[in-house]
C-alpha cells in the first residue's frame, strides 16, 4: 500500500528530553511536511522540505529541529528547547505537481510530556 | 499574504438535511484549493481539489464543493448529510508555483439523527 507512516502513535517525553518522531512515505514525493495540531486549533507548520537535503522553517520551528537525507523520510526531533511539547504531529508529502497537487498526511504522532 | 478562514467553528445539521461548511480564502497568484477531513485522533483525510476548470468540483463520499473567484470562497456542500459525516473539516489553499499549503482553523459539523 502507498502512504505516509508516522510512528510512534503515542510518544512521552520527561522534561529535558530530546524525542524523534518518524515519517516515511512511499509515494515517491518530492514534498514533505511537519504540522502540529493543539486541540481546537488547527495546523501550523514546523518544518518543509521541498527536495532531499534542503528545508525551511515554517511558523513555528522554533524548538524543533529536521533533517531530509532521504526522499522518502522526514524525521521530526522535539528538542528540550520546545517549552510545551505536548501536541497531537502530522506529518504530511505532496507530489508539488500541478496536476496533483494535494498533500497527503500520515496518521499522526500525539507526544506528551510527563 | 495567503490565508483560509473558516468563519464557523460548528456547524449543526440534521440527517438528511444539506450540509455547507464555508471557507475564504487569499492568496496574490492562482489558488489551488482543499477540503480535508480529519476524525477524532487521525490524520487528515483528503476529500476533493480544485486546481481550475468548472466551478463545482466532486469528491469523496458524496461531497462537493464550489469556488467563486469574485467571492474567494470555496464552500464544501452535501445535499443529504449523515450522520457519519461528523467529523472536523479543514480548508486548504495552496499558492500555484509554491509547495507551502495553508490551512483554515477547521470546522466542526455535528450532523444529528
Known amino acids: 500500500d502507498g502512504g505516509i507512516t508516522q510512528s510512534p502513535k503515542y510518544l512521552f517525553r520527561k522534561e529535558g528530553q530530546n524525542v524523534t518522531l518518524s515519517c516515511e512515505q512511499n509515494?515517491?514525493?518530492?514534498?514533505m511536511y511537519w504540522y502540529r495540531q493543539d486541540p481546537g486549533q488547527g495546523l501550523r507548520l514546523i518544518y518543509y522540505?521541498?527536495?532531499?537535503?534542503?528545508?525551511q522553517k515554517g511558523d513555528i520551528a522554533e524548538g524543533y529541529s529536521v533533517s531530509r537525507e532521504k526522499k522518502e523520510s522526514f524525521p521530526l526531533t522535539v528538542t528540550s528547547a520546545q517549552k510545551n511539547p505536548t501536541a497531537f504531529y502530522l506529518c504530511?508529502?505532496?507530489?508539488?505537481?500541478?496536476?496533483?497537487?494535494?498533500?497527503?498526511f500520515g496518521q499522526g504522532t500525539r507526544l506528551t510530556v510527563v | 499574504a495567503q490565508s483560509v478562514a473558516q468563519p464557523e467553528d460548528q456547524v449543526n445539521v440534521a440527517e438528511g438535511n444539506p450540509l455547507t461548511v464555508k471557507c475564504t480564502y487569499s492568496?496574490?497568484?492562482?489558488?489551488?484549493l482543499f477540503w480535508y477531513v480529519q476524525y477524532p485522533n487521525r490524520g487528515l483525510q483528503f476529500l476533493l481539489k480544485?486546481?481550475?476548470?468548472?466551478?463545482l468540483v466532486k469528491g469523496s463520499y458524496g461531497f462537493e464543493a464550489e469556488f467563486n473567484k469574485s467571492q474567494t470562497s470555496f464552500h464544501l456542500k452535501k445535499p443529504s448529510a449523515l450522520v457519519s459525516d461528523s467529523a472536523l473539516y479543514f480548508c486548504?489553499?495552496?499558492?500555484?508555483?509554491?509547495?507551502?499549503?495553508?490551512f483554515g482553523s477547521g470546522t466542526k459539523l455535528n450532523v444529528k439523527p
Open positions: 509515494l515517491n514525493h518530492d514534498a
Open positions: 480544485y486546481i481550475t476548470g468548472d466551478n
Open positions: 486548504a489553499v495552496r499558492e500555484g508555483n509554491f509547495n507551502k499549503f495553508y
Open positions: 522540505s521541498q527536495i532531499v537535503n534542503d528545508f
Open positions: 492568496v496574490s497568484g492562482n489558488p489551488y
Open positions: 504530511a508529502s505532496s507530489a508539488g505537481r500541478t496536476s496533483a497537487p494535494e498533500a497527503f
